[in-house]
């Protein structure tokens, strides 16, 4: 028998959250800023679910004792990672005990001692110092030798010792050690080599030497794999935790963000030496500079020392290109007239008023503002002479009264003659001659940061001179899918139709000099790896010159056309200065590349990847992948190979003489992807559903196959739909679930918004099963209320609260019944999926309410209370909650009022909060429950004896043993001191007279007040 590994057991769900939350906001060098890919995995997510993936549950009685010993070495004596004396995020005082699992999982991430301070007193604490400083998935940790060897350490211990269970940990450690060793003095060996760049055999044996140190170690560490690498986040942490790593995605553009970010920093990204000779052969005097100016590194004596040859390669030739290019075309960007450099040219696009006897042509523009912070306001006065739409540029606010909206959606209201243009009209218009974009104002960088003002003539000749550039990317968008391009609509219908002439230009500018270089380098894999860095530096700055790019006033920053996952209509856009210094130039897009490139280049595994679509059964040997980690694409959530198109028509033209087999095809390989795109399907959405569903399906089968151990699958949502859709392919894939955690990131809302929302996903652990052949229901249901009353008991122990325990225990419900091919009921029909999901998420929102009866908005009630109690919690719990605990809606729960919404926080309603100003809710037979209990409440503090007996009786209280008591009861165990409580417990402190009475309601009135109610 196999141990559980610790992600199906337990999971520092709350600091994962914290972390990954933080994750999302950092900035340069983490892989977020590469390149764009959608639906990222922060990497802290990432790196925790990989590593408890991979290691043993060390409380398990199969636990092998190597693993036990290492934790016992490694982690109990070290008091850093000493369980919470009271856990910070509960609110009775709630100790952790002090055992290796928790030891253990307090390794991977646990709240600083400031952080669980702040957290009892509910203050927040600075997104840097909420974690720990010795946490595994600590951002800062990310390059941090001595955690990251701990680590690997766990993986090297459990996948050994499972293999040899008769090794001891003394004899595995110091195996570890030895490799390690070895892989750093091969490093160190040929890293220190003066001239290593030139293939001398003594090079080329050392390269030698240092491959076998690394695939010696990497041979006994185990195999994952990403079915979904997308832009490669968990292949990126699989082979930081020095795992064999291998990464698949269908798309090319994701093939090769994910090269960039899991595979040639650390392959390429290595110090280097230079004779002084040989470094002015190679670069002269434009090397100095950069390598000064980039690396901060200095000369000395006969020998230059590059840090990271990589990252200065591709500031070198970018430095080339971009001086080429400012050579060329640098005349089409003047400067402003007091001479300052322009960061961002304005542009509104135009439309005709559709008044016969106005015609005005005016810029759409839906908002006046340049700026709008706190300190700075400048706006687009507009001054209508005639039909005619003159600008004047003015400081502070403006009326929004009276200066309204022009543009709605693309409808328009004429600011000559006030005539309201339906946006179809706009749309005909636009798809017969364009809505021609006229140039309107500049941002220019100034030493008082940004500088706003209008053309003068000479400059407007120079921006609008018209600029033949024809060639660019026929290719067509897709035409047919009006949810994420909306702008082929508005006739936009070739990728090259989003640039202007000016824009085409720029970056077949940039390519072409691309391709200089690209002719200047000797054909090898490290300048395959160099060019493939300057491609993608290409793609960013296209992205940020297009005829969709915003201009953000709030931040005064560029913003590229993918602010959501789709391509939206906009009738306002910047034109990027490529040549400047701000957001959206060619240097400013260079400094985050080679931010990435230095802040990944430490380790020494790469991960490996494939670009093809995943599924075959073939790749790797059956039960040849020690786990598999991804994270699938969800139904129609996003068309990641239609938004790939914008970057596959450049890469194309960049990379594809380097890549020939992955930029073979016209656009992006559309027919495999395991997506739900009605567009695809002649608009039938059930079509388009089900080949998600099959193609789901048939990846987790070929998974099942080649995984020996764990399939761990990050979900990005927690309906009960797409739990339906996981746990039909996780269970016709025969795999089983064994594990799930709910976890929080949070997401940018982007545009001009600045909202952040979250996002929560859910995490599921899963494994080859042995399925039996039929399960009897009754049988099964019983086995699943029986695991969830223990799950519940388990996990509360171990800190989990409210929904995140609803989670844990749901998913260990249906691991009961996927131990079964089919479960039958008494008559012989087959139980079904969804079905017995309902029963699964029954069971444990029944186990966690202990026995409260009644219907499903008095279970909600009871449930938040014992999980949250009256006090406020984060918007999103609700949705959570609900998702996963009860068939209902979220919405209904807040238009009942039971759950009562302050900004982003809601708490439960009390009985006076709840019931309003009704004075009807509450007393029929056929109200919820917890409305007729809240009603008494409301009359017994009233002290209105006369309707409390009414009600009692209307609603067949007048019984002891009926649900209306139990209810009662419940509330007196949960409710916290307040008026509430001190109602429930006057209610039944008098419920023997009350129900006595209340029988009697029909033979005589209840005199008023006539008991003792025991009111102050
Ligand atoms: C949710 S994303 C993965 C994101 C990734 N975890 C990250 O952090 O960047 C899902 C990925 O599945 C890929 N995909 C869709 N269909 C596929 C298929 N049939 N085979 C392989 N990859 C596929 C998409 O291209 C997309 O990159």
Redesign the pocket.
């Known amino acids: 028998m196999k141990a559980k590994k610790l992600i199906e057991v337990a999971m520092p769900i709350k600091e994962i959250s914290a972390e990954s939350v933080r994750d999302n906001r950092l900035a340069g060098g983490n ?1 977020r800023t590469l390149h764009i ?6 990497l802290p997510t ?1 790196r925790a679910v990989v590593f408890a993936s991979l290691v043993p549950d060390p409380l398990d009685e199969y636990c092998p004792q190597a693993f036990k010993d290492a934790v016992a070495d490694i982690l109990m004596s070290d008091r850093q990672y000493a369980p919470y004396k009271d856990i910070p995020y509960t609110a009775a005082y709630d100790p952790m005990e002090d055992n290796m699992r928790n030891r253990l999982m307090m390794f991977i991430g646990k709240f600083s001692p400031l952080c669980q301070e702040n957290m009892k007193v509910g203050k927040k604490t600075a997104p840097a110092d909420q974690l720990a400083p010795g946490s595994l998935i600590k951002w800062e940790n990310h390059d941090n030798k001595l955690i990251l060897n701990k680590a690997q350490k766990f993986i090297w211990i459990a996948y050994n010792s499972e293999m040899h269970p008769d090794l001891t940990y003394d004899s595995l450690s110091s195996s570890f050690d030895q490799y390690k060793d070895a892989i750093e003095t091969s490093e160190n060996e040929l890293y220190c080599l003066v001239d290593r760049h030139k293939d001398s055999e003594r090079v080329i044996s050392l390269e030698n030497k240092l491959l076998r140190a690394i695939e010696d170690f990497q041979n006994r560490m185990p195999a994952v794999f ?9 292949p990126l942490e699989a082979s930081r935790l020095g795992c064999r790593s291998f990464g ?4 090319p553009v ?1 093939h090769i ?1 994910e090269k960039g970010s899991a595979e040639l920093p650390q392959k390429y990204g290595k110090p280097l030496i230079l004779s002084r000779k040989e470094f002015e052969r190679l670069y002269g005097s434009l090397g100095e500079n950069i390598l000064q100016e980039v690396s901060g590194a200095l000369f000395s004596g006969e020998t230059v020392s590059i840090p990271n040859r990589l990252s200065f390669d591709v500031a070198y030739y970018a430095h080339i290109i971009i001086k080429k290019a400012e050579t060329e075309i640098g005349k089409y960007y003047p400067k402003d007239e007091a001479g300052n450099t322009v960061a961002a040219y304005y542009w509104a696009r135009h439309g005709r008023c559709s008044n016969p006897s106005c015609r005005a042509d005016f810029p759409m523009m839906k908002n006046f503002y340049l700026a709008n912070t706190k300190n700075t306001q400048v706006y687009l006065n507009p001054v209508v002479v005639d039909n005619h739409v003159l600008f004047e540029l003015k400081k502070g606010r403006y009326d929004t009264h009276v200066l309204g909206e022009w543009n709605h959606h693309g409808t328009i209201t004429c600011p000559c003659c006030g005539s309201v243009t339906d946006s179809k009209i706009t749309k005909e218009q636009a798809r017969a001659t364009g809505l021609t974009p006229v140039f309107y104002a500049m941002i220019s960088e100034s030493e008082n940061g940004k500088h706003y003002s209008l053309p003068t003539e000479s400059i407007r000749r120079i921006v609008e001179s018209p600029v033949d550039e024809i060639d660019g990317p026929e290719e067509s968008l897709p035409l047919n899918d009006g949810r994420n391009m909306m702008v082929a609509f508005w006739g936009f219908t070739k990728w090259k139709t989003l640039f202007s002439p000016r824009q085409l230009r720029a970056v077949n500018t940039f390519i072409k000099y691309f391709n200089e270089v690209k002719d200047s380098l000797t054909p090898s894999d490290y300048s395959n790896a160099l060019l493939t860095y300057l491609a993608i530096w290409i793609d960013r700055i296209a992205q940020f010159n297009t005829m969709f790019s915003r201009w953000n006033d709030i931040s005064e920053k560029i913003q590229h056309l993918f602010g959501r996952q789709s391509i939206s209509m906009i009738f306002d856009f910047v034109e990027s200065n490529p040549f400047c210094n701000s957001s959206g130039s060619a240097i400013n897009q260079l400094g985050w590349i080679l931010k990435y490139i230095d802040s990944e280049s430490f380790s020494s595994f790469s991960a490996r990847f494939e670009n ?4 075959d059964k073939i790749q790797f040997d059956a039960k040849s992948l020690s786990a598999v980690i ?5 139904y129609d959530a ?1 068309t ?2 239609d938004c ?1 198109d914008f970057y596959y028509v450049w890469l194309k033209r960049t990379l594809g003489d380097i890549y020939p087999v992955n930029f073979s095809t016209p656009l992006t390989p559309k027919t ?4 739900a795109m009605k567009h695809r399907f002649g608009g039938d959405e059930r079509k388009a559903r089900l080949h998600f569903e099959n ?1 789901l399906t048939e ?1 987790f089968d070929a998974i099942e196959v080649q995984t020996s151990d764990i399939v761990s699958i ?1 979900y ?1 949502h927690q309906s009960t739909e797409a739990w339906t859709t996981l746990c039909n392919s996780i269970l016709t894939a025969r795999m089983n679930i064994t594990g799930s955690w709910s976890l929080d990131t949070e997401m940018s809302g982007g545009l001009k918004t600045d909202k952040a929302y979250l996002e929560s996903s859910v995490t599921v652990a899963c494994r080859p099963s042995e399925r039996k052949g039929f399960g009897d229901y009754k049988e099964v249901k019983k086995a699943i209320i029986q695991k969830v009353e223990k799950e519940v008991e388990d996990l509360y122990a171990l800190g989990f609260r409210g929904a995140d325990l609803l989670t844990a225990c749901f998913g260990q419900a249906v691991s009961e019944f996927g131990k079964y091919k089919v479960v039958e009921k008494a008559d012989g029909s087959e139980v079904k999926v969804a079905e017995l999901l309902e029963m699964a998420r029954n069971s444990a929102f029944n186990s966690l309410l202990k026995g409260v009866q009644g219907d499903d908005f008095t279970r909600f009630y009871i449930g938040w209370l014992q999980m949250n109690g009256m006090g406020e919690t984060d918007f999103d719990d609700a949705t959570k909650f609900t998702r996963v605990g009860m068939p209902v809606d979220v919405s209904d729960i807040f238009a009942r009022k039971l759950l009562i919404r302050e900004g982003k926080k809601q708490h439960l309603a009390t009985a006076a909060e709840h019931l309003g100003n009704s004075t009807t809710q509450g007393t029929h037979p056929e109200d919820s429950l917890i409305d007729q209990v809240h009603r008494a409440m409301l009359a017994y503090e009233k002290g209105d004896r006369h309707l409390l007996l009414t009600l009692l009786h209307n609603v067949g209280a007048d019984d002891q043993s009926a649900p209306f008591w139990r209810l009662v009861a419940s509330l007196k165990e949960l409710l916290p001191e307040g008026k509430d409580l001190k109602s429930v417990e006057g209610l039944l402190g008098n419920s023997d007279n009350l129900r006595q009475e209340s029988r009697e309601v029909d033979q005589h009135q209840p005199e008023q007040m006539s008991i003792d109610f025991g009111i102050e």
């Open positions: 892989i890919w959608w639906a990222r995995r922060p990432c990403d079915p979904f690498a997308g832009g490669g986040a968990i698949n995605d269908i798309n994701a963000v093809s679509s995943s599924g991804t994270d699938p694409p969800y996003i990641y190979s790939s495999e992807e395991c997506t193609k990846i990050m990005a």
